[in-house]
């Protein structure tokens, strides 16, 4: 069955308890490497189940750029340097390039609702080394984090559609008026899209560990984000620049790579770290909590 076969739904060996432990990035290339067939399935997986938010992201990109004039300004610098091309054609080809680089962005760096949920698991169990059948087990995360995932896609599609036209109305004030005020508020808003890229892993690491409600979901993921803000701004930068290469190369290609492998360059890294961060810190500590009660009780 190609990809989907060969294994693909069966769980992994694990790791072998006298192995010794691997740690940081050798853990990291090392999972890859050992899951490398399962992380491919995955991945198509994962952008066959998100087509739809995809494509809604590409035509809003679409209409986002039509209404405002930097696709001009770009084809028109363009234009002067290459007079042989048609300002048709150049628009055209920067439309089809800034949507998909758009879409394939915020998806790869924000998911897509329940299916992010049950990939984020299979992350997790990837990183923890525990047996994974990446099809049915994350059919069940799919299943059991619906409701949240969702929820959490709507906040996503709100922040982008009113987020994208206030850093333009920002912007605009700006050029029209040259006060630096509003340049500075653009900019605000910029850096909270960027913090807010920066908590989905833990959003969705939290989600599919832990049961709580919504705003204690993002209340958590926002404070552990900026508790380890210097790596989350190092994965975020490396996240942004695999993308920005791929993209350089070719539209198409680079959509095609990220579906089918270039997402454990761009997703796994948070995903990775979210996942270490809880289980050393929140689980470990709930783990500690819970064997002194359990020592207090049998004392009594």
Known sequence: MGIFGGGYDKPGKGIDKNE???????????????KFSKIIG??????LISIIWIAALYFFAGIALNSTSIIEN???????????ISMEQIQGSIMVVLQLAFAMGIFSLWGSGPATAAYAYVHRCFTRGEPVWVMSDGFDKFKENFKQGMLVLLIDAV?????MNAVYFYYSLYISSHSLIWLLLSYIILMLFVVYSMMHPYIYQIMITFEC??????????????????VNILIFIISLAV???LFNINPLIA??????????LIAYPGHFYAARVIERSILKDIKVKQSKIEYIEEEK
């Not at 922040?159 to 987020?163: K, N, R």
């Not at 209340?219 to 552990?224: C, R, T, Y």
């Open 159 to 163: 922040i982008i559609v009113f987020g």
């Open 74 to 84: 770009i084809a028109s610098s363009i234009s002067e340097m290459n007079s042989e």
């Open 42 to 47: 995955a991945n198509c997986l994962y952008t």
């Open 213 to 230: 409600k919504i705003g204690t979901l993002y209340k958590n993921a926002i404070f552990i984000t900026l508790a380890k803000l210097p």
């Open 20 to 34: 010794p432990k691997k740690k940081g990035l050798f853990l990291f290339f090392d999972i890859i490497i050992r």
């Open 243 to 245: 993308i920005f290469i």
């Open 255 to 264: 959509s095609l790579l990220i579906a089918v492998f270039a997402l454990c």
